[in-house]
């Protein structure tokens, strides 16, 4: 901290004195050095996960039932320093599905599947319906900010640092906050065997009703902090101290209340025709109705969708096959007189394994080539910072001045100013989709699917302020002027194969997608770096990095940068557009984006022997960006946060002048806290996904119990191994500070 401030021309904050006691942890309650993390949190925890499951009936009534119960007993270290209740960070969820199948008579079928969810949540007490969160307190908090606790047995707080902020604290003596989720999905359908009017001919009928709530229990608690501070040195020893406290003891709350909830019904009714009308041609067509009602909490959050479609499947000799949809759709959503759509698609498929000319092929099992086509209309609402625009298509009105009637100003009237246009002649995003796909079987086990795909996204919602002058007066509308194309490929393969009493599995599995905006109403740039349309979806842009400023003369000899005062020891910036000044105008797309990557790929490995085995699978990532922004591991000491070992040891110095990292600051350093290559970092990653060892038990052993038909034991490893270039953090989590966790299970599956 000495070094940041001297760095920003500021007074040191600590003296010889006290960063002696510091070194010589002579005085842990003056001068403290806490291990905030392994104070709060232990390195493992433990989870229980029970399953059982029933399967049965008869030829008319068939039933399977599933339970689930999960447990996670969480990473706090002490839980249970209070009477009555525990602090545990820690987590339960029970399911229970049925399913049933009812054959009313031998023409009329019932389905019914009934899915209820229960868990509860338990965190730490705090104020907010959050919870409290440790680990940004962990994150925030430096070692020497306060002992976790005084001699006095008083959490440890200060002015700067209230205790509110003492992560340990708060873990113990906070109490707790509860989040219970109810969740019901149930659906029943109906299906009548219509034949007797003529082969082939059916109906059915569906309902089902969904249903989402979380509440929230408040049972947290306040407690009284403190800590001294040393105001007088003698020789080297503290001679005067003053003593400072804060909060209160109080009893636990008691608030309660259902922060959020999701109703959902939906109604189906289908008439269909499947029909093999003679050896070569096979027809199956439906026409169906289906109605939503969706209501969430909040305002204007009850939506009403309906679509009626019809669907055609032809068969010609089990080599050539056409699929035909084509939906009418409405929603309440969209503005009046703009709520129905038509989506067509079109489905092509040959089997050329089947033709004369492929039988003399024996490597190839079978092989089919598929295309297709869709219109794809959706009821996407425009956007404001994240939120739906919901009367998009009207002209809104804001308050303006206030105009008195009389001299007293005790009577007059609000006058109003133009808000934001109506949005005229409004229509649905559209996606034009188009898809060339083949699969395979060969060799007797070889697996192979190739996919290709583009697609075209138009009449997306944008706002159209980029057409427009200022001078225009009010806010402009939102059009359907956005157009975005996607493209990419999947391919996937696997092969599996027994040899003697070996059986291998060996697959993989690829992905790449790309995308490129094409219009946006996009206001006119004055340089083209900084031009968006053209670029893909969330690019990221940012300043180029070209080096630290070495001194003064180096500062003054460069480009002035706008960011602030500059000092050496921080971050230089290329003049992008050679205007002589470094400013927002040399930002330029880095990287790229930081929200889903390009690229995805997968592998797996599985071979067994006598019912010994293993299977593996590997996840990774490429093309696919990060920005490091994590609050005192990358941008330390900001509002008195803390420092991590990384950045301290790769800090700039007028020694160290290559360093990874620019100059240390105790201030919010506008200039080296851009977006910018230096904080652009590679994010692919190769992740072992999971790994399981497991024996199956023989069957002649499990016969001999007279109750079991097959058990096996296993254990499992999941996110063992992680292969990336930033290393001191997981690459999959890197915009939250709750890190992921490497679990091992051991279970014993058994069936009866």
């Excluded at 930002?587 to 990557?597: D, N």
């Excluded at 797996?604 to 990774?620: P, S, V």
Aim: charged content about 20%.
């Amino acid at each position: 901290m000495n070094e940041a401030l001297a760095n920003d021309g500021l007074t040191a904050r600590y003296t010889q004195d006290e960063l002696n006691a510091f070194r010589s942890g002579q005085y842990p309650y003056l001068y403290a050095n806490v291990d905030w993390l392994g104070e709060t949190y232990r390195d493992m925890d433990a989870t229980n996960i029970y399953n059982i499951s029933f399967r049965g009936g008869a030829s008319k009534f068939r039933y399977y039932a599933m339970a689930n119960l999960t447990t996670n007993k969480g990473f706090i270290a002490n839980p249970y320093m209070n009477d009555g209740y525990s602090t545990q960070d820690q987590y339960s969820r029970a399911n229970l599905r049925t399913n049933l199948d009812i054959d009313l008579t031998e023409k009329t079928k019932l389905k019914l599947n009934v899915l209820g969810i229960l868990s509860e949540t338990r965190t730490p007490g705090a104020n907010g319906q959050g919870g409290a969160n440790l680990w940004d307190m962990i994150y925030t908090l430096p070692s020497a900010a306060f002992p976790a606790r005084l001699e006095n047995g008083t959490w440890g707080g200060s002015a700067t640092w209230a205790g509110t902020k003492n992560p340990l604290a708060v873990s113990q003596a906070a109490a707790y906050t509860k989040f219970h989720e109810r969740t019901l999905f149930a659906d029943m359908t109906l299906t009548q065997d219509l034949s007797s009017i003529t082969p082939g001919l059916g109906a059915s009928g569906m309902l089902s009703y969904d249903n989402y709530a979380q509440y929230w229990e408040n049972h947290s608690k306040t407690f009284v902090y403190g800590s001294n501070s040393v105001t007088a040195w003698e020789n080297g020893v503290p001679s005067s101290t003053t003593y400072y406290t804060d909060g209160k003891e109080s009893s636990m709350s008691s608030d309660a209340k259902c922060i959020a909830f999701t109703r959902v019904f939906n109604f189906a009714a289908t008439l269909f025709y499947d029909k093999q009308i003679n050896k070569d041609n096979k027809i199956y067509s439906q026409l169906k109705w289906d109605y939503e009602y969706r209501n969430t909490k909040g305002t204007d959050q009850t939506w009403y969708r309906q679509n009626a479609s019809f669907y055609t499947h032809y068969g010609y000799k089990d080599k050539y096959f056409a699929d035909l949809s084509v939906v009418a759709s409405a929603s309440n959503k969209l503005a009046p007189g703009r709520q129905w759509s038509i989506s067509p698609t079109v489905g092509l498929a040959w089997v050329m394994s089947k033709e004369n000319f492929m039988k003399d092929l024996s490597w190839i099992n079978f092989m089919k080539l598929r295309a297709s086509f869709g219109v794809i209309n959706t009821d996407r609402l425009p956007l404001d910072d994240d939120s739906e625009v919901t009367n998009y298509w009207e002209q809104t009105y804001g308050g303006g001045g206030y105009y008195p009637f009389d001299t007293n100003y005790s009577v007059g009237t609000q006058s109003w100013s133009l808000g934001r246009l109506a949005s005229l002649n409004s229509t649905h995003e559209k996606a034009y989709k188009y898809n060339f796909g083949l699969d395979a079987s060969m060799f007797n086990g070889l697996d192979v699917s190739f996919d290709a795909y583009y697609e075209r996204r138009s009449d997306i919602w944008v706002s159209s302020s980029g057409h427009y002058s200022s001078v225009l007066g009010f806010t402009a509308p939102y059009e359907n002027g956005g157009i975005v194309d996607s493209w990419g490929v999947e391919i996937g393969a696997n092969y599996r194969k027994k040899i003697a009493d070996i059986t291998l599995n060996i697959g993989a599995n690829f992905a790449l997608a790309k995308n490129e905006i094409i219009e946006q109403m996009e206001e006119p740039r004055m340089y083209d770096n900084l031009i968006t349309t053209g670029k893909p979806l969330k690019q990221t842009y940012g300043m180029e990095v070209i080096g630290y400023f070495k001194d003064q003369a180096d500062i003054e000899n460069s480009p002035k940068q706008s960011f602030g005062d500059v000092k050496p020891g921080d971050i230089k910036y290329k003049d992008v557009n050679g205007d002589n000044i470094i400013d927002a105008n040399d930002k330029v797309a880095i990287g790229h984006s930081t929200t889903a990557p390009e690229i995805y790929y997968s592998f797996n490995l599985g071979a067994e022997w006598k019912g010994l085995g293993f299977d593996a699978m590997f996840q990774g990532t490429g093309r696919y960006s990060a920005v490091l922004n994590t609050k005192s591991l990358y941008w330390p000491l900001i509002n008195n946060t803390t420092i991590s070992q990384e950045y301290y040891d790769n800090r700039w110095t007028p020694e160290n002048q290559d360093a990874k990292y620019p100059r240390l600051s105790s201030q919010s350093n506008e200039n080296n806290y851009q977006t910018n290559t230096l904080w652009l970092a590679d994010r692919s990653f190769l992740k072992l996904r999971s790994i399981e060892l497991y024996y199956k038990f023989p069957q002649i052993w499990v016969k001999k119990s007279k109750i079991l038909s097959n058990a096996k034991i296993y254990v499992r490893g999941v996110d063992l191994l992680c292969f990336d270039k930033i290393n001191i953090a997981d690459p999959e989590v890197m915009e939250r500070l709750y890190p992921l966790t490497r679990s091992v299970v051991a279970g014993l599956t058994i069936g009866f």
